[in-house]
């Protein structure tokens, strides 16, 4: 560990669930939960027709916005996608490259990248989610894994990424929605390992989140740890007593 204290994240993956009444009503119960807590930054990540209403909900709190995905061009002949510009409007943060977009969707290393560059030309905080499969992980190639989609988002970059302006989610893509996390230990060395890989490479790293069956169980746990700065919470971000819990224990860091 390295740098002056960061403030904990955790940041809630909604994911493709809820109405919009249900994600507004969700927001609701977040910002009643977790407004008051000043020692981290809450961000909650509905899906993209949720923005304008969430962020009605959460205006003038601590409680920050932002997207799960977003497309490299800025407009265009691009049917379906969501622009940076677009967003800029309407949240802070947006969250690239996460595994369900890799392993579902087919999205690259480079086209993560892409998405990061266009986040931090609109002035959004990019969140980066990496991490290994099973069987890579079973191979012994975790570091090589998250150096290379790591690699491969900085060589995207055409203006220099600041250690605020972005934010690493180490998720294993086994411990994603299985209710199987990586033990604090596994998760320390590698957040330790991607915050030293990226220092080499820009002289700062950002943020580094854990991510990966997130639960009020095993949060404060893995907060403990010197190089985990917080969570992107799936499955339990959903419920909102549960929520706070995790928000709480980030708190308490
Ligand atoms: P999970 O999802 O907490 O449900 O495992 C985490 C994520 O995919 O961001």
């Given at each position: 560990?390295?740098?002056?204290?960061?403030?904990?994240?955790?940041?809630?993956?909604?994911?493709?669930?809820?109405?919009?009444?249900?994600?507004?009503?969700?927001?609701?119960?977040?910002?009643?939960?977790?407004?008051?807590?000043?020692?981290?930054?809450?961000?909650?990540?509905?899906?993209?027709?949720?923005?304008?209403?969430?962020?009605?909900?959460?205006?003038?709190?601590?409680?920050?916005?932002?997207?799960?995905?977003?497309?490299?061009?800025?407009?265009?002949?691009?049917?379906?996608?969501?622009?940076?510009?677009?967003?800029?409007?309407?949240?802070?943060?947006?969250?690239?490259?996460?595994?369900?977009?890799?392993?579902?969707?087919?999205?690259?290393?480079?086209?993560?990248?892409?998405?990061?560059?266009?986040?931090?030309?609109?002035?959004?905080?990019?969140?980066?989610?990496?991490?290994?499969?099973?069987?890579?992980?079973?191979?012994?190639?975790?570091?090589?894994?998250?150096?290379?989609?790591?690699?491969?988002?900085?060589?995207?970059?055409?203006?220099?990424?600041?250690?605020?302006?972005?934010?690493?989610?180490?998720?294993?893509?086994?411990?994603?929605?299985?209710g199987r996390t990586a033990t604090p230990e596994q998760a320390q060395e590698v957040c330790a390992h991607i915050r030293v890989h990226v220092e080499r490479r820009l002289g700062a790293a950002p943020r580094v989140l854990y991510g990966g069956s997130v639960s009020a169980?095993?949060?404060?746990?893995?907060?403990?740890?010197?190089?985990?700065?917080?969570?992107?919470?799936?499955?339990?971000?959903?419920?909102?007593?549960?929520?706070?819990?995790?928000?709480?224990?980030?708190?308490?860091?």
């Amino acid at each position: 560990m390295s740098g002056t204290p960061r403030l904990p994240m955790v940041a809630g993956n909604w994911k493709m669930n809820t109405t919009v009444a249900e994600g507004v009503a969700l927001a609701a119960a977040v910002l009643e939960r977790c407004s008051a807590e000043t020692a981290v930054d809450v961000v909650v990540l509905p899906p993209f027709v949720h923005l304008q209403p969430v962020r009605e909900v959460l205006a003038g709190s601590r409680v920050r916005l932002g997207a799960q995905d977003v497309f490299w061009e800025d407009s265009g002949a691009y049917t379906g996608e969501v622009s940076a510009a677009m967003l800029a409007d309407l949240c802070d943060l947006v969250l690239v490259g996460h595994s369900e977009r890799r392993h579902l969707l087919g999205e690259t290393d480079a086209e993560t990248g892409r998405k990061l560059a266009a986040a931090v030309r609109h002035g959004l905080v990019g969140i980066v989610a990496v991490g290994e499969t099973e069987s890579e992980h079973d191979a012994g190639d975790t570091f090589a894994v998250v150096d290379r989609q790591l690699d491969a988002v900085l060589a995207a970059q055409s203006t220099a990424l600041t250690a605020d302006g972005w934010v690493i989610a180490y998720e294993p893509v086994w411990a994603i929605g299985t209710g199987r996390t990586a033990t604090p230990e596994q998760a320390q060395e590698v957040c330790a390992h991607i915050r030293v890989h990226v220092e080499r490479r820009l002289g700062a790293a950002p943020r580094v989140l854990y991510g990966g069956s997130v639960s009020a169980a095993n949060a404060a746990e893995l907060f403990a740890c010197p190089d985990i700065d917080g969570g992107l919470v799936g499955g339990a971000s959903l419920k909102p007593d549960v929520f706070a819990t995790i928000v709480a224990a980030a708190g308490t860091r």
